[in-house]
């Protein structure tokens, strides 16, 4: 089948050592996802890393939850300008969803449980974002602010809370879904990280 | 921070702030002839009028009757069609009258961020969900519907507002209070009042007096309340219990002196047996029932909800004003502080617009009355009537150029530069261009400014095919034209140096020629400073256009001297205006 299309970016080259990794058997992990640093990177149970995704764990731990998905051209673990090294650099919690290239700086920077990180965001060094936020696209997070649950940050960093009676268990069952449907089409090649 | 490069423009005047011309029409197709004083005058393009009157030729019109050019401003505008921007449904203007000027269908706006709103089912629990494991069977829907916006997540959930279908979301909102209380609208109620007197008796009367006033006096209630009670006093002159009128026939609270103030105006006699009977005073209302609306002043709960809410809580004036008439909130204490009470927005109408000549009520513009298209059926724009001018500066190779700067360079003072302007021609036919300019631009800091060449001829605009075969004819064609000022582009690489009097380069219908400018020096001797945009190099250019247009036979707007009145006969026309031409910034030292 010659019906695959090719990428015109040429192939990414994983220089350096690998990371020590953590995953769960049940992740699915894109063949050119590309995992950096030094420090242990965790990736829980059902979680999907798109092609392209970028994961450093240069300054410091980075642990991602259940049911995560990190969408092409994001970076989680970010050298940031603050560039300090801390134990545990990010931490995404359950059910996150980073999209297309956003970037989430290093240094103990937080990600609540059922967040949503909008196309092109920006979350600062040691951002903590509260449960069940959504960040709509390229909003800025500054470094170190604090966004409590049911968030909603928009149009250039304003906020308001999302007052919807709470259907969690709405939205997780419609990510598990869309996991379900991204691991048939990303091929997982978590053995090239091991 | 780096200034913004200066780009060079044309700005065309619009004959309609010479109010002369307007006020007589028939200069306008011979506008050499009458007021010599003012076509001696020159434009200055600083003047505070010429603000209004100075527009980018693609915002001109170009009336044919009248053979002018049209600016925003002067049109007259006629509406075509109402419509949704965001449904495409054009609204009948009978219905605009009765409904408002906003969507009546589905379409909202979010009032937090003013995103689409849409409708969703409203989402409900499962308790039994599993978190982690496969997906139960889709449930059937059981809730109402909300309105939802999917950028910021407001429902209209918050302000407790569900409705029970999906569709006439308009309808079902105006009978919902916040809070999903429902209200009676105007109809309704005037129904069921009408229902009650029919019955007759005390009984339900007093029935609806209770309802009366448990109802939440909002906007349109009170309304209606004191139009019925002013209503029956008019009608009921007799009525005698006045506590509050005390300048009895001379106020203007008695029926009496209203009907004689009428009278004044109507003409009827002032003694008339009607007016004389009518002495009752009109009272005003004392009870709730009749639109008597207590102010309330305790505004405690209010400010202490202030005091728990956070800033972004409050409502932005822009928010506040983007909120619909809501007839339903209280009047007085009635609008919102809090973005917790704010309604969805309806999607204000929008409209296509016919233009109109002011002088010949000629249509100039008319868009198609369907609403998808955005196609027009007529669109007399100036830019296919009238040559456009483009501006670029001439740079010189070789140690002669004096001028060789990058367009983006400031000007710098007394330092003369050359700019090419390129006329192109879009008409059908040759025009033969005019050119002036006062030698040194209006304002406090004169430039000098010369045209090297006045007056040409623009070929016409032909069909682009023809030309590229007749190429070979091209050597012809210029010898034919050589006897004036017509040349082609001088040799490359020899030439190169400005001759008075001869066109830079022509084209298939464009011709260029050079401005030579001598910016002038930007020094006060007072020390004072610069007003605004004085450093712009603006040069105002007087063009006048002739050309031969086939004879239309309706308006005989022939010049004299141009020959005969035949159909066949060709006819002379001619446009003038004034145009600013910017050319760029003197640097300021």
């Known amino acids: ?194 | 921070m780096a200034p913004l490069p200066f780009s060079p423009y044309t700005f065309i005047q619009c004959p309609c702030s010479d109010s002369t011309l307007l006020a007589r029409p028939a200069d306008a197709k011979s506008p050499t002839g009458a007021d010599a004083e003012e076509d001696e005058r020159t434009f200055d393009p600083r003047a505070p009028r010429s603000n209004y009157s100075l527009y980018p030729l693609e915002y001109l019109l170009y009336c044919e009757d009248c053979h002018q050019i049209r600016c925003p401003r002067c049109v007259s505008e006629e509406i075509a069609t109402y419509y949704c921007p965001s449904c495409l449904f054009e609204v009948p203007s009978s219905n605009l009258k009765s409904e408002g000027n906003r969507c009546t269908r589905s379409c909202f706006q979010c009032p937090i961020c003013i995103g689409p709103l849409s409708v969703t089912t409203q989402e409900t629990r499962h308790p039994d969900a599993n978190l982690l494991s496969a997906d139960n069977a889709a449930t059937p829907h059981s809730g109402g519907f909300s309105l939802t916006c999917s950028y910021c997540h407001w429902s209209s959930t918050e302000i407790g507002v569900d409705f029970d279908k999906p569709n006439g979301i308009h309808a079902q909102l105006a009978k919902i209070r916040n809070g999903g209380e429902s209200r009676l609208t105007a109809k309704e109620r005037k129904e069921r009042r009408k229902e009650l007197s029919h019955r007759g008796d005390s009984a339900a009367a007093a029935a609806a007096r209770e309802e009366i006033e448990e109802q939440v006096p909002d906007l349109e209630n009170q309304f209606a309340n004191l139009k019925s009670f002013y209503n029956s006093q008019l009608a009921d002159p007799t009525a005698a219990d006045n506590g509050l009128s005390t300048l009895g026939d001379l106020g203007f609270s008695s029926p009496s002196s209203l009907s004689r103030i009428m009278n004044l105006y109507t003409g009827g006699k002032i003694s008339d047996n009607k007016a004389k009977s009518r002495l009752g005073a009109i009272r005003e209302a004392l009870t709730p029932e009749e639109g008597l609306l207590v102010a309330n002043l305790d505004e405690a709960a209010l400010i202490s909800q202030l005091h728990q809410s956070e800033h972004c809580d409050t409502a932005s004036m822009a928010q506040i004003t983007s909120q619909p008439p809501n007839l339903g909130e209280p009047a007085l204490h009635g609008a919102s502080r809090f973005t917790s009470s704010l309604r969805p927005i309806p999607h204000l109408l929008r409209t296509k617009r016919s233009k109109r000549c002011p002088v010949c009520r000629h249509i100039i513009s008319k868009p198609e009355p369907k609403v998808q298209t955005t196609r027009f059926r007529i669109r007399l724009v100036a830019g296919s009537y009238i040559p456009s001018i483009s501006i670029k500066p001439l740079t010189l190779p070789g140690p002669s150029g004096s001028s060789s700067s990058n367009p983006s360079d400031l000007l710098i003072s007394l330092k003369p530069v050359h700019y090419l302007l390129t006329f192109k021609n879009p008409i059908f036919e040759t025009i033969k261009v005019t050119l002036a300019t006062p030698a040194a631009t209006p304002g406090r800091f004169p430039s000098k400014v010369t045209v090297l060449c006045p007056q040409f001829d623009i070929d016409a605009n032909t069909d682009v095919w023809d030309e590229a075969l007749k190429d070979n004819d091209r050597s012809d064609k210029s010898s034919r034209n050589s006897g004036g000022t017509t040349r082609q582009r001088r040799g490359t690489e020899a030439g190169y140096q400005l001759e008075v009097g001869k066109i830079w380069e022509r084209g298939r219908n464009w011709v260029s020629i050079v401005v030579e400018v001598v910016p002038a020096s930007l020094r006060l001797e007072d020390g004072g400073m610069l007003r605004e945009d004085e450093d712009i190099l603006e040069i105002p250019m007087f063009v006048r256009i002739e050309w031969e247009a086939e004879n239309a036979g309706d308006d005989g707007g022939i010049v004299p001297g141009a020959g005969g009145k035949d159909k066949d006969q060709k006819e002379k026309r001619e446009l003038a205006y004034w145009c600013v031409l910017g050319l760029g910034k003197i640097k300021q030292n």
């Open chain 1, 1 to 194: 089948m010659s019906s695959k299309r090719h990428s015109i970016v040429p192939p990414v080259s994983q220089s350096g050592p690998k990371p020590p990794v953590q995953f769960s058997s049940s992740i699915t992990i894109a063949d050119s996802a590309i995992l950096t640093g030094a420090n242990l990177i965790t990736i829980s149970t059902e979680s999907v890393i798109h092609p392209r995704a970028k994961i450093e764990s240069l300054a410091g731990r980075i642990n991602i939850g259940r049911r995560c998905v990190v969408q092409e051209r994001a970076t989680i673990g970010a050298v940031g300008s603050a560039g300090k090294i801390t134990e545990a650099a990010v931490t995404l919690g359950d059910y996150v969803t980073v999209e297309v290239a956003v970037s989430i700086e290093a240094g103990d920077t937080i990600i609540g449980e059922g967040t949503t990180i909008g196309v092109g965001s920006r979350v600062g060094a040691g951002a903590v974002i509260g449960k069940h936020c959504t960040i709509t696209p390229h909003s800025d997070i500054k470094a170190g602010v604090r966004i409590p649950d049911y968030s909603v940050v928009y149009s250039n960093g304003t906020r308001r809370v999302d007052k919807r009676p709470v259907a969690e268990q709405l939205k997780y069952k419609g990510l598990a879904r869309q996991i379900d449907v991204l691991r048939r089409m990303i091929p997982s090649n978590p053995a090239k990280f091991m």
